[in-house]
């Protein structure tokens, strides 16, 4: 009963204690990476239903889910193809309020924002036809000028 400890039990305990903490770091940390998947997947889903909403020709409705999930979720990897899908709906040739210059902001944005994003290639390539579009207009006013000019 007088015995004096050897201290070995101290050791226990402190051993004891630090797995347990070891053990709930761990779990603090799987459940971030969780949340940050559960989040990229919302986003995801998203743009995917934007991407749907633009193939069925509702482009306002394509347009505000990739603005609605850049907006929420703006850190998220998904953002380059939310831009991209942007850039496509203000440039696409069915949409009644087909808009070059905000297509071309959208392509230019990405390449700012995202780099090295796999749409990357593809929206110098969009920014390219798009100011060649816009350089055609041009064009085509100074002739329709010219020739009112001439009639004159």
Same mark, same amino acid.
């Given at each position: 009963?007088?015995?004096?400890?050897?201290?070995?039990?101290?050791?226990?305990?402190?051993?004891?204690?630090?797995?347990?903490?070891?053990?709930?770091?761990?779990?603090?940390?799987?459940?971030?990476?969780?949340?940050?998947? /559960?989040?990229?997947? !919302?986003?995801?889903?998203?743009?995917?239903?934007?991407?749907?909403?633009?193939?069925?020709?509702?482009?306002?409705?394509?347009?505000?889910?990739? /603005? #609605?999930?850049?907006?929420?979720?703006?850190?998220?990897?998904?953002?380059?193809?939310?831009?991209?899908? %942007?850039?496509? /709906?203000?440039?696409?040739? !069915?949409?009644?309020?087909?808009?070059?210059? !905000?297509? #071309?902001?959208?392509?230019?944005?990405?390449? #700012?924002?995202?780099?090295?994003? #796999?749409?990357?290639?593809?929206?110098?390539?969009? /920014?390219?036809?798009?100011?060649?579009?816009?350089?055609?207009?041009?064009?085509?006013?100074?002739?329709?000028?010219? !020739?009112?000019?001439? %009639?004159?």
């Amino acid at each position: 009963m007088g015995r004096k400890q050897s201290g070995q039990g101290k050791y226990f305990y402190i051993c004891a204690a630090c797995l347990i903490f070891a053990v709930l770091c761990s779990c603090v940390s799987f459940r971030g990476t969780l949340d940050e998947k /559960i989040i990229k997947d !919302k986003a995801l889903s998203m743009v995917r239903d934007g991407v749907q909403l633009l193939e069925q020709g509702d482009y306002e409705a394509a347009a505000d889910e990739n /603005i #609605r999930a850049l907006k929420m979720y703006p850190n998220v990897p998904v953002g380059d193809e939310a831009l991209f899908n %942007m850039g496509l /709906i203000h440039a696409h040739y !069915k949409n009644p309020r087909i808009d070059f210059r !905000k297509a #071309r902001s959208f392509f230019e944005r990405l390449l #700012r924002d995202y780099p090295d994003s #796999r749409f990357a290639e593809q929206s110098r390539i969009w /920014i390219n036809v798009l100011l060649a579009i816009e350089k055609s207009k041009e064009v085509d006013i100074r002739i329709q000028e010219m !020739k009112r000019d001439l %009639m004159r």
